[in-house]
Nanobody
Framework: VQLQASGGGLVQAGGPLRLSCKAS????????MAWFRQAPGKVREFVAN????????AYADSVKGRFTISRDRPKNTLYLQMNDLKPDDTAVYYC????????????WGQGTQVTVSS
């Protein structure tokens, strides 16, 4: 099972960016998929997740109303649409997967850098 994140880059504050996470090696009907991020010198934090089968979502308060998590089931791809980006959003973003019945995310992508300039 592999998760391949892409779409990071340098963007000005207030701008948009869309991250993608291509999943391969299995289907994720029994999984939750999520985005996490880790800024320099900080611990990794939860950003958003989605229940793959039904599409229900949850967000960290810091991104609610600005970020949207979605998935394309036929393409086995997870997305994170980020709007109104702020310098505090600068981080390495990771996609991850876990079984719905599990407590922890056990499948991780390699991360993609997002840098927001002020």
């Amino acid at each position: 099972v592999q998760l391949q994140a892409s779409g990071g880059g340098l963007v000005q504050a207030g701008g948009p960016l869309r991250l993608s996470c291509k999943a391969s090696g299995r289907t994720f009907g029994s999984h939750n998929m999520a985005w996490f991020r880790q800024a320099p010198g900080k611990v990794r934090e939860f950003v958003a997740n989605i229940r793959w089968s039904v599409g229900s979502t949850a967000y960290a308060d810091s991104v609610k109303g600005r970020f949207t998590i979605s998935r394309d089931r036929p393409k086995n791809t997870l997305y994170l649409q980020m709007n109104d980006l702020k310098p505090d959003d600068t981080a390495v973003y990771y996609c991850a997967a876990r079984l719905q019945v599990a407590d922890e995310y056990t499948i991780w992508g390699q991360g993609t850098q997002v840098t927001v300039s002020s």
